[in-house]
């Protein structure tokens, strides 16, 4: 039964944080106890429950760095990948699952992501799976535009996946000027040319107005080439739905108007 919620921010750093702290006090309060006594949750995004106590946690770089450290250490690759998989997840559950698959880890160890009959790690898998398919999607989704020189592009991301993609543009474009914009999660991928790319938030940029100023020539050629190779007599717009479903073309170029 869950009796301590801690509360944070959002953020991957968040995350960390809290739940660094959930262990510190589970071994204060709770006596290292397997129960599922404590859970972590967005602040943003939680929905209170009585009988429940919530600490709001201030997030801390260092616990997060030191948390993720000893998932890779305690767990390995394989189980951090799961709960790096759990914490990027839009559901509100993403919390409790991510604490209960980590409580199990650090007690069995690596043998952890072999317990899939164990109701919190075959969650924590099922998070995690939809999670990367997402990110790699959007590998394939993202469309740049060429604004004053520089490229640019705009998602919305159900989970928190900007991370997960940028090395794939920085190995694609590694001589361009380039930033993706996580119009739903507020932070941006910036990559200068020839140099390592970085995340940053939104705090005092205008990605609307960037978003609005006139593009290259290519947005309507590619229009137009997309419009033109359609065969009207095949459209089935059910398998183009299964396919390619509609709230990711929101911001792809070929089916702006």
């Known amino acids: 039964m869950i009796n301590t919620v801690l509360l944070h921010d959002g953020t991957l750093d968040g995350i960390f944080t809290a739940v660094y702290n959930g262990f510190v006090l589970k071994n204060i309060k709770y006596k290292n106890n397997y129960e599922d006594n404590i859970s972590i949750a967005d602040i943003h995004t939680y929905e209170p429950h009585f009988f429940r106590e919530y600490i709001e946690v201030e997030t801390d770089r260092d616990k997060a760095y030191k948390t993720v450290d000893s998932i890779v250490k305690k767990i390995g690759i394989s189980g951090y990948d799961v709960a790096m998989g759990v914490a990027c997840h839009f559901s509100p559950d993403a919390g409790e699952i991510l604490f209960g698959f980590l409580v199990r880890g650090f007690k069995i160890g690596k043998g952890v992501v072999n317990m899939l009959t164990d109701s919190y790690v075959e969650k924590a898998f099922a998070l995690s799976r939809k999670t990367y398919n997402e990110s790699h999607l959007f590998r394939e989704f993202v469309r740049f535009t060429d604004v004053k020189g520089r490229l640019y592009s705009k998602i919305e991301p159900k989970c928190n996946i900007l991370h997960m993609i940028c090395r794939h543009f920085a190995e694609r474009f590694p001589a361009e000027n380039w930033i993706i914009y996580d119009a ?33 020539e290519y947005v309507d050629m590619w229009k137009l080439f997309v419009d033109t190779i359609a065969i009207e007599e095949r459209k089935n717009e059910r398998c183009q739905n299964n396919h390619l479903p509609k709230w990711y073309r929101k911001n792809m170029t070929e089916w702006k108007k």
Do not use: C, K, N, Y
């Open 184 to 216: 739903v999660h507020h932070i941006a991928a910036v990559h200068p040319s020839f140099g390592q790319w970085f995340l940053t938030d939104d705090e005092g940029a205008d990605f609307d107005r960037i978003d609005s100023m006139p593009h290259d």
